[in-house]
């Protein structure tokens, strides 16, 4: 009895072994996620902060899959969330691979600069009189 698998008509393999590369099977099996790097997640903390501080949100999550990432915003935990940040490389040599989505799913602002995109949450500020 042998450690290798038997083969049609009887016959057993001999020279059938393939030495592969770990890191490479890995890679082709499950491709990493795409995730936001350590700047991204800072300017995006920021702003989440200021507006927690406003009380005008309270919760957030971040998602990371295959093909994008997503942070998400909510006013309440249980409810769906009102904007969502997404990073999706593969539109970043189209429109850009920054956007941010409102609640119903209009992209509210798209672009190839995340600090730019996130400008859509500076308030503008207005004279009273």
Not at 31 to 53: K, S
């Amino acid at each position: 009895m042998t450690d290798q698998p038997d083969l049609p008509g009887g016959q057993r393999s001999r020279d059938t072994a393939v030495v592969v590369d770990l890191s490479e099977y890995r890679q082709n099996l499950d491709p990493a996620p795409v995730t936001f790097h350590r700047r991204e997640l800072d300017a995006i903390l920021r702003i989440y902060g200021r507006m927690v501080g406003e009380g005008e949100w309270k919760d957030y999550a971040i998602d990371h899959l295959k093909d994008r990432a997503v942070f998400s915003i909510f006013k309440r935990s249980g409810e769906t969330p009102l904007f969502r940040i997404e990073k999706n490389p593969k539109l970043a040599a189209k429109q850009g691979a920054y956007s941010v989505t409102n609640t119903h799913g209009l992209i509210m602002k798209r672009g190839h600069e995340l600090p730019q995109v996130l400008k859509v949450f500076d308030k503008v500020l207005k004279l009273i009189d």
